[in-house]
T-cell receptor, first 111, second 110 residues
Framework: DAKTTQPPSMDCAEGRAANLPCNHS???????VYWYRQIHSQGPQYIIH???NNETNEMASLIITEDRKSSTLILPHATLRDTAVYYC????????????FGPGTRLSVLP | NAGVTQTPKFQVLKTGQSMTLQCAQD?????MYWYRQDPGMGLRLIYY???????DKGEVPNGYNVSRLNKREFSLRLESAAPSQTSVYFC?????????FGPGTRLTVL
């Protein structure tokens, strides 16, 4: 699985969009980009994933650059409850295989 | 529909004691996983089970054993606990490309 690089921490004002970057310059053609988050002391929560097209669901949007070497998770209207550690993971779609969680980005949403 | 449940929520052991962490899921998932998370760190995979009757080692299996009792249940056993195993343990179950995590067990080994 390709290595990812994320900033260790970010702040965002409540109500504004939170844009979380992730670099994955060694990504292979068959590797997906996944995002999970972990709110304090809870188990990680799936957010979104994509291969090369931009994706949107009820929680967030995922923007993947054309060369696929980086991506951005967008929380359109951040709330205090979005304060969490966000993990960007790149891996081959492989039913039954594990995710490798790195240190992630600690997002603090400020009132 | 409870999702993934874990017991106990908290546990304190003395060095050398044994215990089993229980995990159950009611989502009919084939895959189940055990992770550990040390303070300030990301999750690391201990063991996983791609389907009932199979188990495989993850990144940090030493000191642990697992049992996939049936499709619903996946237990993690510490035979002789060590202080280095102080951690938060998460169980997860998965379908397709998504994993669902339990609330965690906070284990302290003195």
């Amino acid at each position: 699985d390709a290595k990812t690089t994320q900033p260790p921490s970010m702040d965002c004002a409540e109500g504004r969009a939170a844009n979380l970057p992730c670099n994955h310059s060694t990504i292979s053609g068959n590797e997906y980009v996944y995002w999970y988050r972990q709110i304090h002391s809870q188990g990680p929560q799936y957010i979104i994933h994509g291969l090369k097209n931009n994706e949107t669901n009820e929680m967030a949007s995922l923007i993947i650059t054309e060369d696929r070497k980086s991506s951005t998770l967008i929380l359109p209207h951040a709330t205090l409850r979005d304060t969490a550690v966000y993990y960007c993971i790149v891996r081959v779609y492989n039913y039954g295989q594990n995710f490798v969680f790195g240190p992630g980005t600690r997002l603090s949403v400020l009132p | 529909n409870a999702g993934v449940t874990q017991t106990p929520k908290f546990q304190v052991l003395k060095t050398g004691q044994s215990m089993t962490l229980q995990c159950a899921q009611d989502m009919n998932h084939n895959s189940m996983y055990w992770y550990r998370q040390d303070p300030g760190m990301g999750l690391r995979l201990i063991y996983y089970s791609a389907s009932e009757g199979t188990t495989d080692k993850g990144e940090v299996p030493n000191g642990y054993n697992v049992s996939r009792l049936n499709k619903r249940e996946f237990s993690l056993r510490l035979e002789s606990a060590a202080p280095s195993q102080t951690s938060v343990y998460f169980c997860a179950s998965g379908v397709a490309d998504t994993q669902y995590f339990g609330p965690g067990t906070r284990l302290t080994v003195l």
